[in-house]
T-cell receptor, first 114, second 113 residues
């Protein structure tokens, strides 16, 4: 069935260091991979996404890479800041036919220590 | 541009009761999806509505239902509440066409006692 595995479950870094979160998906038909950031008491916020026709996408300090062959995708945050502390979720979806259904990973709690 | 609005923010209900949650999507968005978030199970897809029709459904019992109105606002209903239904219920709004981003509301925190 559809499944997304996310690692690590917790990640602690010093301010200024980089953070990497990795996800693996099971459904080879998945072709859309968003990342969400959830702060305490708030809903998930879309921070970046990638489609299967692209291998890498960058937005300022955040980048996402996709390896379709291995069914892996990763989130990279450089020059981390305390305000990056939150829970991060990866997700996978099939754009055609099942639009709207996101399969989420279990989440990674990122702590950035000042 | 207003974001996704969910009401109420918090609810306390008794086992056996029913509850209705509301979601107003971003203006112009025609798709509303609902998710249940719990510490143990994470974020799980409940169902999606597009142009007043249920387009997709997750693996939840029939006690969970929803609908969408002509103005794209959506409601979800849970009947015969169980303790295990305590969760954060999130709705996500999108244009509904292929490859469009989904934006979440702040959620409704439901506690069943």
């Amino acid at each position: 069935g559809e499944n997304v595995e996310q690692h690590p479950s917790t990640l602690s870094v010093q301010e200024g260091d980089s953070a990497v979160i990795k996800c693996t998906y099971s459904d080879s038909a998945s072709n859309y991979f968003p990342w969400y950031k959830q702060e305490l008491g708030k809903g998930p916020q879309l921070i970046i996404d990638i489609r299967s026709n692209v291998g890498e996408k960058k937005d300022q300090r955040i980048a996402v890479t996709l390896n379709k062959t291995a069914k892996h995708f990763s989130l990279h945050i450089t020059e981390t800041q305390p305000e990056d502390s939150a829970v991060y979720f990866c997700a996978a979806s099939k754009i055609s036919g099942n639009t709207g259904k996101l399969i989420f990973g279990q989440g990674t709690t990122l702590q950035v220590k000042p | 541009k207003a974001g996704v609005t969910q009401t109420p923010r918090y609810l306390i209900k008794t086992r056996g009761q029913q509850v209705t949650l509301s979601c107003s999507p971003i203006s112009g968005h025609r798709s509303v999806s609902w998710y249940q978030q719990t510490p143990g199970q994470g974020l799980q897809f409940l169902f999606e509505y597009f142009s007043e029709t249920q387009r997709n459904k997750g693996n939840f019992p029939g006690r969970f239902s929803g609908r969408q109105f002509s103005n794209s606002r959506s409601e979800m209903n849970v009947s015969t509440l169980e303790l295990g239904d305590s969760a954060l219920y999130l709705c996500a709004s999108s244009l509904g066409t292929t490859g469009t981003e989904a934006f979440f509301g702040q959620g409704t925190r439901l506690t069943v006692v």
